[in-house]
């Protein structure tokens, strides 16, 4: 299978024609709480948040000489104070209209703004979580999601979440900051390393890796969202250069890695997503067919992660990276 679009790119990285860069929306600090809210239940998991780089961002990012220099060509003054870096570094609240930086990436990063569904979630019914059924906490955990908490079992939206922000999602940024267009992340390696924190229901006494089945959840909607996200930002590309050709580069990838999920197992979903796939072209000026080939792929990866538990994924389990290339290791 040939993408004509990604060669077509590399040849125009030397030509430099550039338009205006799309600006990166915020995310609403109206609605964040903040990870001690979190902690006074999770404790255990606040403790391995605390020897992670999401949580040392806080105070290691501002003293990095790359980060500096990145911040300067951005003309911002603060990292702190840059809507950029707010988005993807940060945990910032609003106080009084102004946003104030108050933690790394944190609890709310990854599971959304917690201020209409924190203390739904953790209420149980109004009860003692002994005493609630199991019907009352079917309805907490519905009425939490549909308030915009991201349960780790709503595996799409967990990695639309995660690759919004390790897939760079500004042209900009790259092209003029020098930032990275994006971490090599993939969702296993990442999710099962140093952030792992699967304590709930163990009270803190151990930590395990998520059963065979999940990682292939992982891996299988992992990929599809790589490849819908990366089609999406070329889509958003204006100019031959770093950013374009990063993300055509990481979109030819991730089609790779989509055929070979879908060969291994063929279900209608994985079939739909090679078939969006191969109709999308890798391009400037094509937003709106690389759009249209994501909004597919989107779908067909939300019904594959609601439709199976990776029971029946076996036949993938060589396609997903072992604990030797997990991103480091929990404390726990």
Not at 141 to 159: F, H, K, N
Not at 160 to 186: D, I, M, R, T
Not at 266 to 272: A, G, H, K, L
Request: hydrophobic fraction near 35%; proline fraction near 4%; aromatic fraction near 6%.
């Amino acid at each position: 299978m040939r993408f004509p679009g990604l060669k077509a790119l590399f040849v125009m990285a030397a030509i430099g024609v550039g338009l205006a860069a799309p600006a990166l929306a915020d995310p609403d600090f109206t609605k964040v709480e903040g990870p001690d809210e979190c902690a006074e239940c999770h404790k255990y998991e606040a403790e391995v948040w605390k020897d992670t780089h999401h949580y040392k961002t806080f105070s290691a990012l501002p003293r990095k000489k790359e980060a500096r220099k990145i911040s300067k060509a951005m003309g911002l003054k603060r990292i702190k104070a840059g809507s950029l870096c707010l988005t993807c570094h940060f945990t910032s609240v609003d106080k009084g209209g102004k946003k104030k930086t108050i933690a790394g990436i944190s609890c709310e990063s990854c599971h959304s703004a917690g201020k209409d569904w924190t203390k739904l979630h953790s209420e149980f019914s109004g009860k003692k979580k002994e005493t609630e059924s199991k019907e009352e906490a079917k309805k907490r955990w519905a009425d939490s999601e549909a308030a915009g908490m991201i349960r780790p079992r709503m595996t799409y939206t967990l990695a639309k979440n995660c690759y919004s922000c390790h897939v760079v999602p500004q042209e900009e940024l790259v092209n003029k900051g020098g930032h990275e267009a994006g971490s090599p992340f993939e969702l296993v390696s990442w999710s099962q390393g140093e952030v792992r924190h699967n304590l709930w229901y163990t009270e803190g006494k151990s930590n395990k890796e998520a059963e065979p089945g999940r990682k292939r959840m992982l891996y299988a909607v992992g990929v599809a969202v790589e490849l819908e996200t990366a089609l999406r930002a070329v889509g958003k590309a204006t100019k031959p250069a770093k950013y374009a050709v990063a993300m055509a580069k990481r979109a030819h990838a991730a089609k790779k890695r989509v055929r070979q999920v879908a060969r291994a197992v063929r279900t209608p979903e994985m079939m739909e997503i090679v078939r969006a796939a191969h109709d999308a072209r890798l391009k400037l000026n094509n937003e709106a067919g690389l759009n249209a080939a994501a909004d597919k792929i989107a779908d067909a990866a939300q019904r594959l992660s609601q439709n199976y538990d990776g029971s029946e994924f076996a036949a993938i389990d060589e396609l997903i990276p072992g604990e030797d290339k997990y991103k480091g290791k929990p404390s726990r």
